[in-house]
C-alpha cells in the first residue's frame, strides 16, 4: 500500500468513532439519494466504500451484496449495526484500487460520496470496470467540482480541509476521471447546484 492511501486510511479510522455524527446534517439531503440509488441496483452488487453502512438499509431484498472499505474502523461500524438484521450482505476489508475479484463478477457497483476519496481514482475507476459484467450498471452519488467560475474557485481554496482532515477532496472531477477510465456511456442527473450528482453507467465493454 502506497503511503497516501496508508495516510488516508488512517485518517478515515481516526474519525470513524464520530463519523455518523459529522455527517448527519447531510443526511437531511441525501437520505432520499440513497434510496434512489440504491432503486437501481439488481442480482449481485458491489458497493464500493460501505464506510458505516448508510445506504444498507435502502437496498432491495433480493440482491447479494458485497460491501468493501479500506478501513477496518468504519468497516467494523458497519458490520456492528447490520451484520444480524442483513445477513445477505458480505463486508470486507478492501481497496478499490486492488479489487481482489474476478473479472465480471458483479451485475452492479455502487458508490456514494466515496471517489473524493480515492488516491488514484482512476485506477480505482479502472478496477470497476474489469469486475462489473458486461452491460452491468454503475451506479453513483458523488461531489465534484463545480464549474462555476467563482464556486470552483471557492472549492479549490477550501479543499486542504477536508483533505487533511479525513482524506476528502471536494474538487474532484468524477465525470472526466469515468472517461480517462474507459467508460462511455454516462448519464449525469445535478441533484444539488452542479455539485452531488447521479451518475449512472452501462458498462459496454
Known amino acids: 500500500m502506497d503511503n497516501l492511501t496508508l495516510n488516508i ?19 437531511v439531503f441525501a437520505a432520499k439519494w440513497r434510496v434512489d440509488i440504491t432503486s437501481e441496483v439488481y442480482g449481485k452488487v ?5 464506510g458505516t453502512g448508510k445506504n444498507i438499509p435502502f437496498y432491495p431484498p433480493n440482491i447479494e451484496l458485497t460491501a468493501i472499505d479500506f478501513s ?35 451485475d452492479c457497483v455502487l458508490t456514494s ?10 485506477e480505482g475507476l479502472k478496477e470497476i470496470r474489469r469486475v462489473c459484467k458486461p452491460g ?4 453513483m452519488l458523488e461531489h465534484v467540482r463545480s464549474k462555476n467560475k467563482w464556486l470552483g474557485l471557492l472549492m479549490d481554496v477550501l479543499n486542504p480541509i477536508p ?5 476528502a477532496n471536494i474538487n474532484r472531477d468524477t465525470v472526466e476521471n469515468l472517461k480517462k477510465a474507459g ?4 448519464f449525469v442527473e445535478d441533484l444539488w447546484l452542479d455539485i452531488f ?7 459496454i465493454k
Not at 458491489?46 to 460501505?50: A, K, N
Not at 483533505?163 to 482524506?167: D, E, H, I, K, T
Open 9 to 27: 486510511k488512517q485518517r478515515y479510522n481516526r474519525i470513524s468513532a464520530i463519523y455518523d455524527l459529522m455527517e448527519k446534517p447531510m443526511e
Open 46 to 50: 458491489l458497493e464500493v466504500g460501505v
Open 72 to 106: 477496518p474502523k468504519m468497516l467494523q461500524k458497519a458490520r456492528t449495526k447490520y451484520e444480524k438484521t442483513h445477513p445477505n450482505v458480505r463486508f470486507l476489508e478492501m481497496d478499490v484500487q486492488h479489487l481482489e475479484f474476478e473479472d465480471n463478477s458483479f
Open 113 to 122: 460520496c466515496v471517489f473524493c476519496s480515492v488516491p488514484a481514482p482512476v
Open 136 to 139: 452491468g450498471k454503475i451506479v
Open 163 to 167: 483533505l487533511y482532515l479525513y482524506g
Open 183 to 186: 467508460f462511455e456511456n454516462i
Open 197 to 203: 450528482k447521479k451518475i449512472i453507467v452501462v458498462n
